[in-house]
């Protein structure tokens, strides 16, 4: 399946540039080492993070295009990785099943592009109304691609019962609705998760259910080249 793949991809990706990505940051409190995503102010910023994390700016100060697609393929950390190809896994495969893998896959890379984009902007223009003085590190993640395919799954199965945290059981449209509540406060709340890239993935999903934008014509199948 086209899902299994993505998520072979990602798990490559991840172990090729873990040392491009994030840094071991002391913790003074113990021995031990924690990682975290490099600074956005360090002039050192590794090649993955500059050229293929996704910066603000992007087709006006920034021309890097490629970084619209590419930051999907970069986590910042194991959790963050396994959480994300959990989800694209439980989610994707029915979704998969029913358009198709090509559909499936233009879905998922249109849905990386545009989440990224809009969600950059959407968290510019907050933290200029409420920290102007932040400065932006580089996007990545495929969260706002995860969530386009978790909002798509719950239009097609609304009353689908699954398990929040794997234990309160809920219909889908519900479980949505939690999620959308909860990254909407998070967008204010000053974290370095790019909540706005969230909400722009699951407005990506709502908007392919109504309106089944088609990308996979632009993907070569295999009988083209036989």
Known sequence: MMVTRLVIINAVVFLLLFNQVVHKVPDQRTENYSY????????????ALKYLGLHEGLFFTNWEVWQAVTYGFLHGGWLHLFFNML??????????NIYGRYKFLGFYLSSIALSGIIGSYAQEFINILSQPNKASAPIIGASGAVYAVMILYVCLFPRRILYLYFVLPVPAWALAVFLIVLGFFGMFGGSEIAHSVHRAGGACGLIYVKTGWDLSRCIPKRKQFQ
Not at 36 to 47: G, I, M, T, Y
Request: aromatic share 18%; hydrophobic share 35%; no cysteine.
């Open 36 to 47: 975290k995503v490099e600074n956005p102010n360090d002039n050192s910023q590794s090649f």
């Open 87 to 96: 989800v694209l896994w439980f989610f994707g495969r029915e979704v998969e």
